[in-house]
């Protein structure tokens, strides 16, 4: 599966039913290339929430299924790392 198609995906978490957003950034391995993480833009307390200033970092263990248009995870948010 392509990024573009990957970014355009709503992450949804099961643990609570909240969407996420959607994915902004994948974390690679530089050996295996493999994916180690995905980050979703967490919704800064801006005018109307239309700028991110943080990102929510998910492990891929913490993915449950990549559906046709959502990612769905189990996740603590509040224990999540976040970066700028």
Do not use: W
């Not at 929430?49 to 913490?62: A, C, E, L, M, S």
């Amino acid at each position: 599966m392509r990024y573009c198609h990957l970014r355009q995906k709503q992450v949804i978490n099961l643990i609570d039913g909240a969407r996420l957003g959607c994915i902004s950034d994948l974390i690679l391995d530089e050996c295996s290339g493999r994916i180690c993480a995905i980050a979703v833009p967490m919704p800064c307390n801006s005018f109307l929430g239309v700028f991110y200033t943080k990102q929510i970092v998910i492990p891929f263990g913490n993915i449950v299924k990549f559906g046709d248009d959502t990612v769905l995870v189990e996740v603590d948010v509040s224990l999540c790392e976040t970066v700028k």
